[in-house]
């Protein structure tokens, strides 16, 4: 709990009209509000030490400085800010030459990460309008207004109105430690409103990430998106499928992989999103009526464990989301008279090629995915030493978790699942009275059966020089 910000996180709409009034919070206007310290709740004590080092730093060489973005949103909703992105008049190559920990990444758009430790701040310069001409620093859009390319610099009241949301177009000075609202932000953290700033159409096919990013707000913070926002998502939603897999990849695990992943996939399913991302995975529920409930408790598990403080895994979770399709695929090689190990095999390689597609999946990532998928059919072959040999794979926990959510979901008769649980948790004594129990193996030992020793044939004498 922040020092002083009780009162806040108690009622922060009441506390939010007490401060700028009940004209400020219902009012549509863009004019600049410069909130006074004394005037808001946010805190330096809220910002990291890195945070603060780029600030001052940037500040006492000359530039502009604020911290921008989700801090300063996240920080008014009474919430502890994680990440912290820093807005400068300062160039690329002037943030470069202020700090020796630094690199300038991206072409799209050119930014400086600043790294101290396993820290990075995010230092972006203050864009201007595309259109602009600005010599070298280039701007260009395709034929369909995607913005392909924005290091086109300019003033923060330029830069304000080219970020997406009003809620996030929110800086703190360092210098007087005041907020610059510039697209009445304030008002719709009061309303809980996400806003796009301009044209939403405009703004989409500038960058149609944008709507992922509209969903992924909307479910992190518990708002709803304003009607002109969400109109043009379910006309522009295929316009996601010009963006490079590799970037999707990188939003599949912010949307996710954040602890609200529930409430995300139901939005994304309700705009017409998912459809783009995980083509197969949603043609797979229209005709698997456990393919949903799969998913939903997969998201719901990792949803937990990050509440938790726990380790979650994308393998996990993309195998979950993929199941459905693999399974169709692999019955319908089976129905062709491909015998099932391989048919899985040839399914799972068909999905994953399909997928690549649309997200990069890292092998880091799909080949842990793909155990998880084969240890399903090792899972019903309790015999012997091949029990324990399932037991002691590295994916086996993954593969059990899975098999659990298959028995939840219904594709699957409970029982099986009860058996490994009870199986992990016995002693050698139970362990043999479980295999027995299912007939795995005959002359009633749990333990990995001996191999007898071949007796030699005696070499007949007739045969003999």
């Not at 990444?105 to 259109?131: A, L, M, N, S, W």
């Not at 009003?166 to 000075?173: F, G, Q």
């Not at 316009?239 to 529930?262: C, N, T, W």
């Not at 333990?447 to 071949?454: E, L, V």
């Amino acid at each position: 709990m922040f020092k002083g910000f009780t009162r806040f996180l108690q009622s922060p709409g009441e506390h939010l009209r007490s401060l700028f009034g009940p004209e400020d919070v219902a009012g549509a206007s863009h004019e600049l509000r410069i909130i006074p310290r004394e005037q808001h709740p946010v805190s330096r004590q809220h910002f990291s030490d890195a945070a603060l080092k780029v600030l001052y730093r940037l500040h006492n060489a000359g530039f502009e400085a604020y911290l921008v973005g989700g801090c300063i949103r996240d920080s008014l909703l009474g919430r502890m800010p994680k990440d912290f992105d820093v807005a400068t008049d300062a160039t690329p190559e002037q943030v470069k030459e202020l700090f020796r920990n630094s690199r300038i990444i991206g072409r799209r758009f050119r930014i400086v990460h600043v790294r101290f430790g396993r820290e990075v701040i995010e230092v972006t310069t203050f864009r201007g309008k595309p259109g602009d001409d600005h010599g070298d620093h280039i701007a260009q859009q395709s034929d369909d207004g995607l913005l392909l390319r924005d290091n086109v610099w300019g003033n923060i009241q330029e830069d304000a109105l080219r970020r997406d949301f009003t809620v996030n177009a929110l800086y703190y000075s360092i210098a007087d430690f005041s907020i610059h609202d510039f697209a009445n932000g304030v008002s719709d953290i009061e309303a809980r409103t996400l806003r796009l700033i301009g044209d939403p159409a405009t703004r989409y096919r500038e960058d149609p990430v944008r709507m992922l990013r509209a969903v992924r707000f909307a479910a992190k913070l518990d708002f709803h998106l304003a009607q002109a926002t969400e109109a043009p998502i379910d006309e522009l939603a295929p316009l996601l499928l010009q963006i490079p897999p590799a970037r999707l990849f990188d939003e599949i695990l912010k949307m996710f992989m954040g602890g609200h992943g529930v409430e995300t996939f139901r939005l994304l399913r309700h705009y017409g999103l998912f459809a783009m991302l995980f083509p197969e995975a949603d043609e797979a529920m229209a005709e698997l009526p456990w393919a949903e409930p799969l998913i939903e408790q997969a998201l719901a598990s990792t949803d937990r464990r990050i509440a938790e403080e726990r380790p979650v895994t994308p393998a996990f979770l993309f195998a979950a989301l993929l199941w459905g399709p693999v399974q169709l695929r692999q019955a319908s090689l089976e129905a062709g008279g491909m015998p099932p190990i391989p048919a899985l095999q040839a399914a799972s390689q068909q999905v994953i090629s399909r997928q690549l597609q649309h997200i990069s999946i890292p092998k880091r990532f799909s080949m842990p995915m793909r155990d998880i998928w084969d240890i399903q059919q090792r899972l019903p072959m309790r015999r012997g030493r091949r029990v324990f040999q399932t037991r002691e794979h590295p994916r086996f926990r993954a593969g059990y978790d899975l098999l659990l959510l298959r028995e939840a979901a219904g594709e699957l008769e409970p029982g099986l699942g009860d058996w490994w649980t009870a199986f992990q948790q016995a002693d050698e004594h139970e362990q043999r009275r479980l295999l027995d129990k299912v007939g795995a193996n005959p002359a009633g030992s749990g333990a990995p059966r001996k191999r007898r020793r071949r007796r030699r044939k005696p070499k007949n004498p007739s045969n003999e020089a």
